[in-house]
């Protein structure tokens, strides 16, 4: 066993987290490509996507300087139970696959989007005073770009919500009942969150989520939601490894090429 | 024969050459990427920040530094770093380059937005102001699509990345 301190262990584990999730939603994200509503929304998902890659890479970069190994490895070469993505960003977009009868659901990709690009835009925010100045310095950057995702699918979800069509309604609702049974799992800040919070890294889960209801409750006032905001972690809190099978099979399909040869140069 | 001696101008000069990969009217010096540059003997070192975190021009735009710095003789090694901050941001572009993106069709990024987050640009083809967004997202992270109602020419904007406090 290395012989860590509780501070290295803590930055390494919140820059997993912060990796893992962008990096699981961006694939997600990209699994759209093609298949999204309209040619415009093609491309701004894919650009969305790729821009949340970059974010991805940014931090498992700030775990290479830690000597945690290369992006490459962190990224592919990790099994999911060592992955320490929210689970609700792992679950897979609707039945189907990508090539093969795709049945996804864009009311829940409008609100899973959304209610994350919301909820990173308050972690980031938090992250501004980071003591630990790479990770603060990084935050600067990705709150820029943020600022676009976030306007792209709050957009979206205003104009499906408030559109008073029936289906795009009832289709909204019900992505919003299913994303937040498991929404929490994006607070968790894990098993070492109270060092995190204590060495100045990062606010607390119980800051992070209040921020995070008060920046949404207008947006579902505008549309008429009367909706109590109340999540939880049903199946599982990612950060502490737990997940489903969704985030195997994506591992398994998103890892396949880096698999056939590892010593590759991309 | 006595040794030559490198000077930054002479590298600023050549990095005037180096184009963005999809832009070629606009040089990564009059998009405001480079941030420093060092010269200890026969070693360049060329600072520079990211446009986009995610932009994969980035690897491209390090080789053809490479490349272009390592025609003069007297330069052994080039080393390129991306640098995390400070933070690119779109009034780094140089006048120069706000022309050479109107050049190519691309209207140049605002130096501000209004106070409810819009911005508003020209059209670069006829200077008209009846334009309307159609995308916020466009062929590259850096640019939005949008269309000239007085020309109806459809056109590209650079987006506006202004620090955000």
Known sequence: MRNESLKDIAIKELLLQLADDDFIHSYRGAEWLGLAPHIEEDVASASISQDTMGHAAIYYKLLDELGEGDADKLAHDRPAKERRNAIILELVNGPGYYMKDPEYDWAFAVVRNYFYTQAKAIKVQSLHSCSYAPLAEVAQKVQMELYYHLMHWKTWFVQLLGSGHLEAVSRMKAAIGKTMPDFAGVFSLGQYGEEMVELGLIEGEADLQKKWIEAITPIFESVGLATTIEIGMARGDGRNGQHTEDLEKALETLSEVYATDKAASW | ?165
């Open chain 2, 1 to 165: 024969m006595s040794t030559i001696q490198l000077n930054t101008e002479e590298i600023y000069k050549l990095l005037e050459d180096v184009k963005d990969p999809e832009i070629d009217t606009v040089s990564i010096l009059d998009l405001g990427m480079v941030e420093d540059v060092t010269i200890s003997g026969k070693d360049v070192s060329v600072k520079m920040l990211p446009t986009f975190l995610g932009c994969p021009a980035l690897s491209i735009i390090q080789k053809n530094v490479e490349t272009a710095l390592r025609q003069l003789p007297a330069v052994k090694n080039v080393n390129v770093e991306f640098l995390r901050s400070p933070s690119w941001t779109s009034d780094r572009i140089t006048e120069k380059g706000k022309a050479g993106l109107k050049v190519f069709g691309i209207s140049p990024p605002p130096r501000q937005m209004k106070s409810d987050g819009s911005w508003h640009v020209d059209c670069p083809y006829c200077e008209s102001t009846y334009v309307t967004m159609e995308n916020i997202f466009g062929p590259t992270a850096c640019r939005s699509i949008l269309y000239c109602k007085a020309c109806k020419n459809p056109f590209e904007a650079m987006k506006p990345m202004i620090k955000i406090i």
